[in-house]
């Protein structure tokens, strides 16, 4: 097929597999993925006004389809793939300073690309078309990232849980579902949201925890759905019974966020999502050795950071260029629209397909100094884990504010130098721990992306 021309060779990609991959994660991690994507194609509704770009949401629009969005949060999933990939291939003895800026560097590659873009993007747009435009444009650009400034924070816990017993991690698990509870009440009593601020931290460990658990085997699976299914038990009873909104995911009319900041109802979906995988996973594994399932896998896997990165500026050029033919979804009562819908999804797969193929070797090529093997021991070592943990704040901030404010570009601005200093304090030479079964946080080099795209990273 010609598509195939624009991949990596399937023998390489199947002879290039470790026989020892976890490819329940890879699996996990590309599913998330395509779910995420596709439920952002379908909730956001885009069009061009007379006044400028109108955003709406379908689930804000239609409440009935709210209850969909507990099958649509499959963030969990990330943060459990992310913990056990560091999980596999976190050695004993490993310097955690040196370890999390390794992490970092990888992370942060696709990112500083995708900021380069934004950043001359939201330039050209404040000479053209004028501040407000920019100002409107800048405050959704990077909206998505806060998943990498959560990241970053949430793996520096990561070498401490390694450390922990199977009675231990349960007991964290609980404990951070009585401290996300807190914050909520916290929230809910002083009418101030900041006080749900430190549940982004809170509530995205727990599927962190689970996932070092999983990786190093202490969760039964028989267990594993009897906790499952004890915890979609409370988070409906949570909805029933407390304040919490049904929908998991943002629609544009919630009267108490379940996700900006999370809540104790999105701690307990955490739960049951993660361990359902945990039952899943062996039989997941046993189907995904299948050459015609691993293929797409292993090679989505390798281009999954342009995938996350890239999917809401694809959706953006599929319902424009519709729109500049006169063809709109943007009101779900409308005569058609879910065939309209489909059209657009069709549109964005194209769009998305040839960026994957545009832009996905970024993610692999090297920088100059940036990816220069480091390592880091000591005082020098904790400063540089401590200025990654900074530099994940920064981008939490920058991500909540936008880049159409300057409190958003200063937050851009340390995010930058808190990992270029991060950088500078490791010297030049010994090794950065290679890790396997990684994908959206490190991804593979070169060569692998395209001719062993499912080798170890």
Aim: glycine share 10%; proline share 5%.
């Amino acid at each position: 097929m010609v598509i195939m021309r624009f991949l990596p060779a399937r023998s390489a990609v199947l002879d290039g597999t470790p026989d020892a991959r976890d490819r329940a994660i890879d699996v996990a991690r590309l599913a998330s993925l395509v779910v995420v994507m596709v439920g952002h194609c379908v909730l956001l509704l885009a069009t061009i006004t007379p006044s400028g770009v109108w955003v709406g949401n379908t689930l804000g629009a239609q409440p009935s389809l709210q209850p969909i969005t507990w099958v649509l949060q499959v963030m969990p999933l990330f943060f459990l793939a992310g913990a056990a990939s560091s999980a596999y291939g976190l050695n004993q003895g490993t310097a955690w300073g040196g370890w999390l800026l390794g992490r970092a560097q990888r992370l942060a590659r696709p990112v500083f690309w995708y900021l380069a873009f934004w950043s001359l993007a939201l330039g050209a747009t404040r000479v053209l078309l004028g501040e407000s435009s920019a100002e409107r444009l800048g405050g959704e650009s990077v909206a998505l990232l806060w998943f990498i400034g959560v990241y970053l924070l949430v793996l520096a816990f990561v070498p401490a849980l390694m450390r922990c017993g199977a009675a231990a991690l349960a007991g964290i698990v609980v404990a951070l579902l009585a401290a996300s509870a807190l914050f909520d009440g916290a929230r809910l009593a002083s009418g101030s949201i900041e006080w749900g601020f430190p549940n982004f931290l809170v509530v995205w460990l727990i599927p962190v925890v689970i996932g070092v658990a999983y990786a190093r085997r202490l969760i039964p699976a028989r267990f594993a759905l009897g906790v499952a299914g004890l915890a979609f038990a409370a988070a409906v009873a949570a909805v029933v019974l407390g304040p919490y909104d049904v929908p998991l995911v943002v629609t544009g009319a919630e009267t108490f966020s379940n996700t900006t900041p999370p809540t104790f109802l999105l701690g307990l979906h955490c739960v049951g999502v993660s361990l359902l995988f945990v039952m899943a996973a062996p039989a997941i594994g046993r189907w995904a050795r299948r050459p015609r399932v691993w293929y797409p896998v292993a090679v989505g896997n390798g281009g999954a950071m342009t995938l996350y990165l890239w999917h809401i500026p694809a959706i953006a050029v599929a319902a424009f260029a519709l729109h500049a033919v006169g063809v709109d979804a943007v009101d779900p009562a409308q005569p058609g629209f879910w065939g309209l819908m489909a059209l657009r999804a069709a549109v964005f797969a194209v769009v998305m397909f040839a960026l994957f193929v545009l832009l996905s070797p970024l993610e692999h090529r090297r920088l100059p100094w940036w990816d220069a093997r480091v390592t880091a021991r000591g005082a020098r070592g904790a400063g540089a884990g401590v200025l990654v943990c900074v530099a994940g704040a920064a981008v939490l901030l920058m991500a909540k504010e936008g880049l159409g404010s300057s409190t958003g570009w200063w937050a851009l601005a340390v995010f930058v130098v808190a990992l270029l200093g991060a950088r500078a304090s490791c010297g030049p030479e010994a090794v950065v721990v290679e890790h396997g079964n990684d994908a959206i946080d490190a991804g593979a080099s070169a060569a692998l992306t395209r001719s062993r795209a499912a080798g170890r990273g």
